[in-house]
Nanobody
């Protein structure tokens, strides 16, 4: 099992910045292969924002956030991941969810997705 605890959401004006944190815990946290941030705005489907490999070496971003958001892993605590959000826009308003994909053939168990409870980000104009 993997538990994910997000923090760092809040209200910010357009053009401002926020940093979201995702702390992974649980017996299976060492099996995490990929961590991602997703978001869901009211009335819309959940969408992928960014992903990073558990080693912290490879990151990918949705086109809508490239050059504004940065996903990273804490070098001091490899079980903590961040989403630095700069130049925020009103359209970035959503509930942001941390996702961890763990398991797989290397570990001899099926891959499984784990989700945090979500943190609200509201960008005002």
């Amino acid at each position: 099992q993997v538990q994910l605890l997000e923090s760092g959401g809040g209200l910010v004006q357009a053009g401002g910045s926020l940093r979201l944190s995702c702390a992974a815990s649980g017996a299976s946290k060492f099996m995490i292969n990929l961590v991602g941030w997703y978001r869901q705005a009211p009335g819309k489907q959940r969408e992928l924002v960014a992903t990073i490999t558990s080693s912290g070496t490879t990151a990918n971003y949705a086109d809508s956030v490239k050059a504004r958001f940065t996903i990273s892993r804490d070098n001091a605590d490899e079980n903590t991941f961040y989403l630095q959000m700069n130049s925020l826009k009103v359209e970035d308003t959503a509930v942001y969810y941390c996702n961890a994909r763990a398991g797989g053939r290397y570990y001899g168990i099926p891959e499984h997705d784990y989700w945090g409870q979500g943190t609200q980000v509201t960008v005002s104009s």
